[in-house]
C-alpha cells in the first residue's frame, strides 16, 4: 500500500505537498482545495506506471520488468481530461524563463519501495522519466489504482466486453458503461467475490437484489437484472434507484480483480445519510479483508464521523494537514455540531469562532444580516466565520471552557497555523437585571484574559431577554398580515379582525407579566441563594417596574408568537407569521442586532487585513 504520496508542480499544488495515507483515508476539504486533483494526481502516476513498465531486454518474466523513460504524444495521453496538456501545470506554465518545469510525483509504499516520476513538455510531447528504489514489483504487481468517479449513469444497454476494453474503460473513468460487464466477470471468473458482492449488496439494501446473465456463444448484450420488496419481478437494472446504482458501481468496481488502491470521488452521491455510514464500515472491513487502500474525497458529515479514527486529511491552504486530535477533541467538535454540518474545514481556515445556542438562532442573525446588509455582503462575511452551538445558554454551557478546548485542538501540531484563534459568544439575557448583565459581561471578558484561558474572546448578551424577542415588532407583523391578506384575498376578511388581533397581542403581553417576574426572581435567586424568595420577588418588581412599558422585550416571545399564531388558525385565517417575514418587513434592523452584526464583521475580517470594518 502507499503510506506516503508527494506532488510538485501539479495543478494547484505548485510547492512539493507531503500526503501521509492510512489504510482508509478521507479527504475532506472546502471546494477546489486541491481533494480531487490529489486523486488525479494518483491516477496519472498510476498511468505512468503503466506506460514506462518495459521488458527489460528480451526477458518476459515479471521480475525482469523496469520501469524506462518515454515519450508520450498528447494524442496518446488520455488518462486525464484536460483541454490542453499544459493544465496539468500551475497556471498553465510549462516553461518559466526558457526552462522546461518539472511536473513530479512519488510514492513511498509499506514495503519500503519508492517510485517517482517527473514529467515535462519537451517539445509538445509528455517525457516521463520514472526513478525507483527497492522491490517496486512487488508494490505495483496486480496491485492498481483505480479511480471510481461520481455516478453519472448506467448506459441502457451494455455490450459484451473484452477484458482489455474492460480495462480502457476503467483507466477513462467510464464505469457506467461497463458494470454489467463487471458484474458478470466477477459471476463467473470470481465467485467468492461475487458472493462478497451480493452480500454487501444485502447490507446496504436489505430487500434488494441483482443478477446478471449471458451467454458468450450466443448473445451480444448483458442481462442485469433488479428487484426489491416493491419491483418483485426482475427488471433491467436500470430500474433500480440512483443510490443503489451507486453502490452498485462503487462495490463491483471495488471488487474487480487487480485493485490495490482505490480512489472514490464524492462516493456519498445519490445516497441517503444512513447508507453512507454504512458503505464507510463496509469499505474499512473491505480494506482489511481484500487488503485494498481507499482514499476517498468528500463533502459528507456521515463519511468524515464513520471514518476510522486518523484517516481524516484536510486539505486547506496549498497543504494536506492530519487530523490527528484526541478522541475527546473530536467527540467536542461533535458536540458542537462541527462535524454533522461539515464546518471543521472553515473552523481551521477562518480560525473565526462564534458560539450561539443553536441553528435557530443562528438563522435569525443570518436573516436579519440579510436584511441589513443584502444577501451577497453576509454570504461574504459568513464565510469567514464558523458557527457552533452550545446548545443551551452560552455562559450557563462553559462558553470559556469550551473556547479553551477548541483553541487547543486549533493549535494541534498538525493543523496549527501562525493566525490567532479568535472567539465570539452571543448569547440571550435569560431575564438577568441591568446589574447582572454586566457583571457577566465584565467577569467573562477578564477571565478570557487571564492565563487559565488567554484566549482573543468577546461576549454579547442581548439587551431584550432573548434574540425572538426582537421579532415582537407589531408594525412588522401586522404588514406581513397585511400583505398576505391582499395576495390570498382575504383582505375583508382581515380588516375585520385585525383589531381584534391587536387586542390579542396585548392581552397576550399584559398576561406574560406574571411569568417574567417568577423567571427574574428565580434567577436573582439563582445568582445569590441566600435570598429569600420574597426578597427576590421584591427585587423582580422593582425591576420590571421600570420596564414593564415594553413588554414586548421582556416577555417569552416564543410562546407569545405561539400564541397569535394558534389565534389566527382559530379565526379560520389562512395567514401566517413566518420570522424572516417579520425580519424583511422591518423599517429597519433594531440597534441591538446591528452591534452583534457589527461584531459579527470585525470578526471575520482576517488579523491583519487592511481596512476598516463598516460602522454599518
Not at 76 to 97: H, I, M, S, Y
Not at 265 to 282: F, K, N, S, T, V
Not at 288 to 305: D, K
Amino acid at each position: 500500500m502507499i503510506r506516503r504520496f508527494t506532488i510538485e508542480g501539479f495543478k494547484r499544488f505548485e510547492q512539493k505537498t507531503v500526503i501521509d495515507l492510512d489504510d482508509v483515508t478521507v479527504l475532506v476539504g472546502a471546494n477546489n482545495s486541491g481533494k480531487s486533483t490529489i486523486l488525479h494526481a494518483l491516477t496519472l502516476f498510476q498511468y505512468c506506471v503503466e506506460t514506462t513498465r518495459r521488458a527489460n531486454g528480451n526477458g518476459r518474466e515479471p521480475k525482469q520488468l523496469a520501469l524506462a523513460r518515454r515519450s508520450v504524444s498528447p494524442d496518446e495521453f488520455g488518462v486525464l481530461p484536460v483541454a490542453d496538456p499544459g493544465d496539468l501545470w500551475p497556471n498553465g506554465r510549462v516553461r518559466t524563463k526558457g526552462q522546461w518545469n518539472a511536473l513530479s510525483l512519488r510514492a513511498e509504499f509499506d514495503s519500503g519501495a519508492t517510485i517517482g516520476f517527473q514529467l515535462q513538455m519537451l517539445y509538445n510531447r509528455f517525457s516521463i522519466v520514472p526513478s525507483v528504489t527497492g522491490d517496486w514489483r512487488k508494490a505495483v504487481d496486480g496491485r492498481e489504482i483505480r479511480l471510481i468517479p461520481i455516478f453519472s449513469g448506467f448506459l441502457p444497454r451494455e455490450e459484451y466486453l473484452t477484458l482489455p476494453a474492460r480495462r480502457d474503460r476503467l483507466r477513462l473513468q467510464r464505469h457506467g458503461e461497463m458494470v454489467r460487464n463487471l458484474l458478470w466477470d466477477l459471476r463467473e471468473h470470481a465467485g467468492g467475490r461475487w458472493s462478497t458482492l451480493q452480500e454487501l449488496l444485502k447490507e446496504l439494501f436489505p430487500e434488494s437484489s441483482v443478477s446478471v446473465a449471458f451467454d458468450l456463444e450466443v448473445d451480444r448484450f448483458l442481462n442485469a437484472t433488479y428487484r426489491d420488496r416493491v419491483l418483485t419481478r426482475e427488471r433491467d437494472v436500470m430500474t433500480a434507484g440512483s443510490g443503489f446504482h451507486q453502490a452498485l458501481q462503487i462495490l463491483a468496481s471495488v471488487l474487480a480483480p487487480g485493485a490495490g488502491t482505490v480512489l472514490l470521488d464524492e462516493p456519498d452521491a445519490h445516497m441517503h445519510a444512513r447508507l453512507q455510514d454504512r458503505l464507510m464500515r463496509i469499505l474499512a472491513r473491505l480494506g482489511s479483508e481484500e487488503r485494498v487502500q481507499f482514499i476517498l474525497a468528500t463533502h459528507s458529515p456521515q463519511l468524515l464521523n464513520a471514518a476510522p479514527e486518523g484517516a481524516v486529511r484536510i486539505c486547506m491552504d496549498g497543504r494536506v494537514a492530519a487530523l490527528r486530535v484526541e478522541p475527546d477533541q473530536l467527540r467536542l467538535l461533535e458536540e458542537l455540531g462541527a462535524m454533522d454540518r461539515m464546518e471543521i474545514v472553515p473552523l481551521l481556515t477562518s480560525r473565526a469562532v462564534v458560539f450561539v445556542e443553536n441553528k435557530r438562532d443562528r438563522n435569525l442573525l443570518q436573516q436579519f444580516a440579510r436584511k441589513h446588509w443584502g444577501e451577497k455582503k453576509q454570504q461574504d462575511i459568513w464565510r469567514g466565520l464558523t458557527f457552533l452551538y452550545t446548545y443551551r445558554s452560552p455562559v450557563d454551557a462553559g462558553v470559556l471552557d469550551l473556547g479553551r478546548q477548541v483553541r487547543d485542538l486549533l493549535n494541534s501540531p498538525d493543523i496549527a497555523s501562525g493566525r490567532p484563534v479568535r472567539m465570539l459568544a452571543i448569547g440571550d439575557r435569560d431575564y438577568r437585571t441591568d446589574a447582572s448583565r454586566r457583571t457577566v459581561l465584565r467577569t467573562h471578558a477578564g477571565r478570557a484574559k487571564t492565563d487559565a484561558y488567554q484566549l482573543d474572546f468577546k461576549l454579547l448578551l442581548w439587551d431584550a431577554n432573548e434574540i425572538e424577542n426582537y421579532l415582537l415588532d407589531r408594525t412588522a407583523i401586522l404588514t406581513v398580515l397585511d400583505r398576505q391578506a391582499d395576495e390570498r384575498q382575504l383582505g375583508t376578511v382581515w380588516k375585520q379582525q385585525r383589531q381584534a388581533f391587536v387586542a390579542e397581542l396585548d392581552r397576550l403581553l399584559d398576561a406574560q407579566r406574571e411569568h417574567v417576574r417568577q423567571s427574574v426572581a428565580t434567577r436573582i435567586q439563582q445568582e445569590d441563594r441566600r435570598l429569600a424568595l420574597k426578597t427576590a420577588l421584591d427585587r423582580a418588581d422593582q425591576f420590571l417596574n421600570a420596564r414593564w412599558k415594553d413588554p414586548e422585550r421582556w416577555c417569552d416571545a416564543k410562546a407569545v408568537l405561539g400564541d397569535l399564531r394558534t389565534w389566527l388558525q382559530s379565526r379560520g385565517l389562512a395567514l401566517r407569521i413566518a420570522e424572516r417575514d417579520i425580519i424583511r418587513d422591518m423599517a429597519a434592523v433594531p440597534a441591538d442586532i446591528r452591534k452583534a452584526l457589527r461584531a459579527l464583521h470585525t470578526l471575520s475580517r482576517a488579523p491583519g487585513r487592511t481596512g476598516r470594518a463598516s460602522r454599518n
